[in-house]
Nanobody, 124 residues
Framework: QVQLVESGGGLVQPGGSLRLSCAASGFTFSSYGMSWVRQAPGKGLEWVSRINSGGGSTSYTDSVKGRFTISRDNAKSTLYLQMNGLKPEDTAVYYC?????????????????WGQGTQVTVSS
């Protein structure tokens, strides 16, 4: 069965960095687009970034452009999110999600599998 397991979250000071990982299994990882989605306390789901199946096409929500980098290692079936210059408003539970297409999209309600999430807290 499909499994997505996030790791790498934690508590970090403003301006710090974290790298999230999402280990995928149960499907041909290299064939599908993947995304990161976050949910801040008391707020709805927010799409953060997407990457296509081959890793050559990425996109980001405006609030993280220039600070976050999405990448993937298809040989390891792992998705990453490098987060630099973290701000308190980045505090959220971060989820990785599988897109049913190879190109990926920012349409979060179209994702067919989700991980359990990892907490990122940015605070001094």
């Amino acid at each position: 069965q499909v499994q997505l397991v996030e790791s790498g979250g934690g508590l970090v000071q403003p301006g710090g960095s974290l790298r999230l990982s999402c280990a995928a299994s149960g499907f041909t990882f290299s064939s599908y687009g993947m995304s990161w989605v976050r949910q801040a306390p008391g707020k709805g789901l927010e799409w953060v970034s997407r990457i296509n199946s081959g890793g050559g096409s990425t996109s980001y929500t405006d609030s993280v452009k220039g600070r976050f980098t999405i990448s993937r290692d298809n040989a390891k079936s792992t998705l990453y999110l490098q987060m630099n210059g973290l701000k308190p408003e980045d505090t959220a539970v971060y989820y990785c999600a599988k897109d049913p297409s190879g190109s990926g999209s920012d349409y979060i309600f179209g994702y067919d599998y989700w991980g359990q999430g990892t907490q990122v807290t940015v605070s001094s």
